[in-house]
């Protein structure tokens, strides 16, 4: 553990004990807070983790993040009653930031509609208006309006919005909550955490929106009979607040890898009963961190079934469609907003300069243009279009340490790795050897020699099958074995 993680770490702890009295109806809502955001916009801080003298301001001394999950594993446990197992109940999808991404398909194949059900956040005032605009339609301008209904009906499954389940808005609890958290903030007067404007800003919207989650979830346990819960992830108050309810009513939790373990702090701590992860690198992974192997299962992620799919456009298509060479060979560029554009731009001009092929940059998971494509003629840019068209596409795909590159082998594509250390990393694609790279002009001539050399197209075959054999199971679709773990749980 580096400095970096062990003042991470350690600051986290603090805030915990800090802030233990600041609790809503027996749950503490520190541990329901991202911590990450409270300093995220905070430079003076991120900076400071890095050196040693910020130790000097903080109390707890964490050297193996296991310490940290030994706290929320007690947390957890101090909430959770005796599974209330319902077989015919509503299986729960809670969909936070778009990071769910289960596919219709999936739920249409391995999960019955009626006890399916989505729940989303607050319905958008132009989703409320174009409801309102089709339920006039249907039901004519002169009937007598009803009151709106708690579900959405769609294709499928349903969907339901979280503000249905708020019979009261609480603003006096909310307020109660800050101003117990302001008194708290004066006794650290001189804290260059607590006392940062942003921190303040973040704590008071969390605050918020745990405590109406609170009530929204306890609000909807009471309506429904719920067999399970399934979250993207357990890091945001709206989804960790919500599994934390649902533990103390007694509904089984599952949380979902929305994508891969680059870094612990995106993953850490594990708060659901099951998370469902894509391989055996996560279960060894979560298991080093302090989770018990009861608490980790290998299934995947439904999305990923349809890699295999036929692209919605034929390939000559989309080859006039970008205006590409038919004649050259393809390279799909991932990466990430101003993230190593230095770097980018330095492997871009190597590989164009050694290796004549058509290259597509596209910016992860912005659809916009990017920087890159404008600033060099010869780059093409995606143009919007899905990510697995253009993997079809594609004869070799480069990116970050982003989920793409599982994706890509997925979908049988060679892989080269743009790896830029940052704290945290878990070394979740070391696997693959000299695959990851550094060092950009490196890496574009590693490109430029699986186009040109038998070894290097052998020496990628047998770091990627190494590589799936640990990261991924495909032997079964991941919704069929979503739809076992559910099964198992819940009967």
């Given at each position: 553990m580096?400095?970096f993680?062990s003042?991470?770490?350690s600051?986290?702890?603090?805030f915990?004990?800090?802030?233990?009295?600041?609790?809503y109806?027996?749950?503490?809502?520190?541990?329901?807070?991202?911590?990450?955001?409270?300093i995220?916009?905070n430079?003076?801080v991120l900076?400071?983790?890095?050196?040693?003298?910020?130790?000097?301001?903080?109390?707890n001394?964490?050297?193996?993040?296991?310490?940290v999950?030994?706290?929320?594993?007690h947390?957890?446990a101090?909430?959770?009653?005796p599974?209330?197992?319902k077989?015919?109940?509503k299986?729960?999808f809670?969909?936070?930031?778009?990071?769910?991404?289960?596919?219709n398909?999936?739920?249409?194949?391995?999960?019955?509609?009626?006890?399916?059900l989505?729940?989303?956040?607050k319905?958008?005032?132009?989703?409320?208006e174009?409801?309102?605009?089709?339920?006039a339609?249907?039901?004519g301008?002169?009937?007598?309006?009803k009151?709106p209904?708690?579900?959405?009906?769609s294709?499928?499954?349903?969907?339901?919005?979280?503000?249905?389940y708020?019979?009261?808005?609480?603003t006096s609890?909310?307020s109660?909550?800050?101003?117990?958290?302001t008194?708290?903030?004066k006794?650290?007067?001189n804290?260059?955490?607590?006392q940062?404007?942003?921190?303040?800003k973040?704590?008071?919207?969390?605050?918020?929106?745990?405590?109406?989650?609170?009530?929204?979830?306890t609000?909807?346990?009471?309506?429904?009979?719920?067999?399970?819960?399934?979250?993207p992830?357990?890091h945001?108050?709206?989804?960790?607040t919500?599994v934390?309810?649902?533990?103390?009513?007694?509904?089984?939790?599952?949380?979902?890898?929305?994508?891969i373990?680059?870094?612990?702090?995106?993953?850490l701590?594990?708060?659901?009963?099951v998370?469902?992860?894509?391989?055996?690198f996560?279960?060894?992974?979560?298991?080093?961190?302090?989770?018990?192997?009861?608490?980790?299962?290998?299934?995947?992620?439904?999305?990923?079934?349809?890699?295999?799919?036929?692209?919605?456009?034929?390939?000559?298509k989309?080859v006039r469609q970008?205006?590409?060479?038919?004649k050259k060979?393809?390279?799909?560029?991932?990466?990430?907003?101003g993230s190593?554009?230095?770097?980018w731009r330095?492997?871009?001009d190597r590989l164009?300069?050694?290796?004549?092929?058509?290259?597509i940059?596209k910016d992860?998971?912005?659809?916009?243009s990017?920087?890159?494509?404008?600033?060099?003629?010869?780059?093409f840019?995606a143009?919007?279009?899905q990510?697995?068209?253009?993997?079809?596409?594609s004869?070799?795909?480069v990116?970050?340490?982003?989920?793409?590159?599982l994706?890509?082998?997925l979908a049988?594509?060679?892989?080269?790795?743009?790896?830029?250390?940052?704290p945290?990393?878990?070394?979740y694609y070391t696997?693959?050897g000299?695959?990851v790279?550094?060092?950009p002009?490196?890496?574009?001539?590693?490109?430029?020699?699986?186009?040109?050399?038998n070894?290097?197209?052998?020496?990628?075959?047998?770091k990627e099958?190494?590589?799936?054999?640990?990261s991924y199971?495909?032997?079964?679709p991941?919704?069929?074995?979503?739809a076992?773990l559910?099964?198992?749980?819940?009967?």
């Amino acid at each position: 553990m580096n400095i970096f993680e062990s003042n991470y770490w350690s600051a986290y702890l603090d805030f915990l004990e800090d802030f233990q009295s600041l609790q809503y109806k027996g749950y503490t809502i520190a541990h329901l807070c991202h911590f990450r955001s409270l300093i995220g916009k905070n430079a003076k801080v991120l900076a400071a983790l890095e050196k040693a003298t910020f130790r000097k301001v903080l109390r707890n001394r964490v050297t193996d993040s296991t310490q940290v999950q030994a706290v929320f594993n007690h947390f957890k446990a101090s909430h959770q009653v005796p599974v209330n197992k319902k077989p015919n109940g509503k299986i729960i999808f809670h969909d936070v930031y778009n990071l769910m991404r289960i596919p219709n398909e999936t739920y249409t194949k391995y999960f019955q509609k009626h006890r399916t059900l989505i729940v989303k956040e607050k319905a958008s005032k132009l989703k409320e208006e174009k409801l309102k605009q089709k339920s006039a339609m249907k039901k004519g301008a002169r009937m007598k309006k009803k009151a709106p209904s708690k579900t959405v009906k769609s294709a499928s499954p349903p969907v339901q919005y979280f503000d249905a389940y708020q019979k009261h808005p609480r603003t006096s609890a909310i307020s109660q909550a800050k101003l117990h958290a302001t008194k708290l903030l004066k006794k650290f007067p001189n804290h260059p955490i607590y006392q940062d404007a942003n921190f303040r800003k973040v704590l008071w919207i969390q605050i918020s929106k745990i405590i109406l989650r609170v009530e929204e979830a306890t609000q909807l346990f009471r309506s429904l009979s719920v067999s399970a819960i399934v979250v993207p992830s357990t890091h945001y108050p709206e989804s960790r607040t919500f599994v934390m309810v649902a533990a103390k009513h007694g509904v089984p939790t599952i949380c979902m890898q929305h994508g891969i373990v680059s870094g612990e702090f995106g993953y850490l701590p594990k708060i659901a009963d099951v998370d469902a992860v894509y391989g055996r690198f996560e279960v060894d992974w979560y298991i080093s961190k302090g989770v018990k192997p009861k608490g980790v299962a290998i299934i995947g992620h439904p999305r990923f079934d349809l890699i295999h799919k036929p692209a919605k456009s034929s390939k000559a298509k989309l080859v006039r469609q970008l205006g590409l060479d038919p004649k050259k060979k393809t390279v799909l560029v991932i990466v990430r907003g101003g993230s190593q554009v230095k770097s980018w731009r330095k492997f871009l001009d190597r590989l164009q300069g050694k290796s004549k092929v058509n290259i597509i940059v596209k910016d992860y998971p912005s659809s916009k243009s990017q920087r890159l494509v404008k600033s060099n003629p010869y780059i093409f840019s995606a143009q919007g279009l899905q990510l697995y068209d253009l993997l079809h596409l594609s004869d070799a795909v480069v990116s970050y340490s982003s989920t793409v590159g599982l994706e890509a082998m997925l979908a049988k594509k060679p892989v080269f790795i743009l790896n830029e250390p940052f704290p945290g990393y878990s070394g979740y694609y070391t696997i693959l050897g000299k695959l990851v790279q550094s060092n950009p002009v490196r890496l574009a001539d590693l490109v430029t020699s699986y186009f040109h050399t038998n070894d290097m197209k052998v020496y990628v075959r047998n770091k990627e099958k190494a590589f799936l054999d640990r990261s991924y199971n495909q032997k079964h679709p991941a919704g069929k074995r979503l739809a076992g773990l559910i099964h198992h749980m819940t009967n």
